[in-house]
């Protein structure tokens, strides 16, 4: 079982450059989302979805865009890359449709922006 | 935007000692409140967490205490080791809303 992966672990973006980080579950998890994560900011939510077709806005979306076409699959992408958007993302899917319960995590996507 | 402030910022103890970790959360529509362990590296995973309707939890060396009025819940870490040498973060969670602290370094010194 290999729970929520992401892909890739690292990447280096110059300014104005696009791309899409991938996240895929195997737990038939209805509930996805993308965090950031930032030194001394904690974990921010940047889009989540609670099933294929819907998907909504978190609390810093701007910059970001994410579809989901499957249960199982949820890419977050980068449509021109700003030095902001430097951070660490993370994946994560929870079984509760609504968000409310424990989640779980990919290891996370490392993004620098040059 | 709905905060939540988690102190202290980093946290340095002694193996065997107690480790406690606090947070505290602006209004009322949440009705989960976990904590998560972050090493090096890894994503965030599920510590423990605790549903509004007790004031505590306690699973092996980890205890939360919750109060409800106050609107704080701490973790402590009882007998601490140094593997539990990490990143924690507590959360609070409601309908669509997962909001996350900003994180506590432990350090657990041998």
């Known amino acids: 079982n290999a729970g929520v992966t992401q892909t890739p672990k690292f990447q280096v973006l110059k300014t104005g450059q696009s791309m899409t980080l991938q996240c895929a579950q195997d737990m038939n998890h209805e509930y996805m989302s993308w965090y950031r994560q930032d030194p001394g900011m904690g974990l921010r939510l940047i889009h989540y979805s609670v099933g294929a077709g819907i998907t909504d806005q978190g609390e810093v979306p701007n910059g970001y865009n994410v579809s989901r076409s499957t249960t199982e699959d949820f890419p977050l992408r980068l449509l021109s890359a700003a030095p902001s958007q430097t951070s660490v993302y993370f994946c994560a899917s929870s079984p509760i449709r609504d968000g409310t319960g424990e989640l779980f995590f990919g290891e996370g996507s490392r993004l620098t922006v040059l | 935007q709905q905060q939540v402030k988690q102190s202290p910022q980093s946290l340095i103890v002694q193996k065997g000692g107690i480790s406690i970790i606090n947070c505290a959360y602006e209004?009322?529509?949440?009705?989960?409140f976990p904590w998560y362990q972050q090493f090096p590296g890894k994503g965030p995973a599920l510590l423990i967490a605790i549903r509004p309707d007790v004031s505590e939890k306690k699973e092996g060396r980890f205890t939360i205490s919750f109060n409800k009025s106050a609107k704080q819940f701490s973790l402590h870490i009882m007998d601490s080791q140094p593997g539990d040498s990490a990143t924690y973060f507590c959360?609070?969670?409601?309908?669509?809303?997962?909001?996350f602290g900003t994180g506590t370094r432990l350090k657990v010194l041998a």
């Open positions: 959360a609070v969670s409601g309908t669509y809303k997962y909001i």
């Open positions: 209004n009322t529509a949440f009705d989960y």
